[in-house]
């Protein structure tokens, strides 16, 4: 059974920063694409950040120059650094994975369970 198990959230004030982790943790073969999601209070869940399979790296404009994506291949996680925070940073964040579970080249979508951000002003 594959988990991902984020951690880092927290309370912030506006202009802090905040380090986010997440693991990937049970039996599988590989991990392709992995990202950032998040989802403030009445709002669609949207795309962050990724970083893929190839080590390249995209972001939404909104976090551009603010927050840097990252992974450990060897630890099966992806972090996501963020700087000079905003209170409309606020939202529960979510890591996504692309998760090869075995040697057959299908890949399967998993998520966190989600950590939460609070900037204050």
């Known amino acids: 059974q594959v988990q991902l198990v984020e951690s880092g959230g927290g309370l912030v004030q506006a202009g802090g920063s905040l380090r986010l982790s997440c693991e990937a943790s049970?039996?599988?073969?590989?991990?392709?694409?992995r990202g950032w999601y998040r989802q403030a209070p009445g709002k669609q869940r949207e795309w962050v950040a990724s970083?893929?399979?190839?080590?390249?790296?995209n972001y939404a404009d909104i976090v551009k120059g603010r927050f840097t994506i990252s992974r450990d291949n060897a630890k099966n996680t992806v972090y996501m650094q963020m700087n000079s925070l905003k209170p409309e940073d606020t939202a529960v964040y979510y890591c996504?994975?692309?998760?090869?579970?075995?040697?057959?080249?299908?890949?399967?979508?998993?998520w966190g369970q989600g950590t939460q951000v609070t900037v204050s002003s």
């Open positions: 996504n994975m692309e998760i090869r579970l075995t040697s057959t080249y299908v890949f399967f979508n998993y």
């Open positions: 049970g039996s599988f073969f590989g991990i392709a694409d």
């Open positions: 970083i893929h399979r190839d080590g390249t790296t």
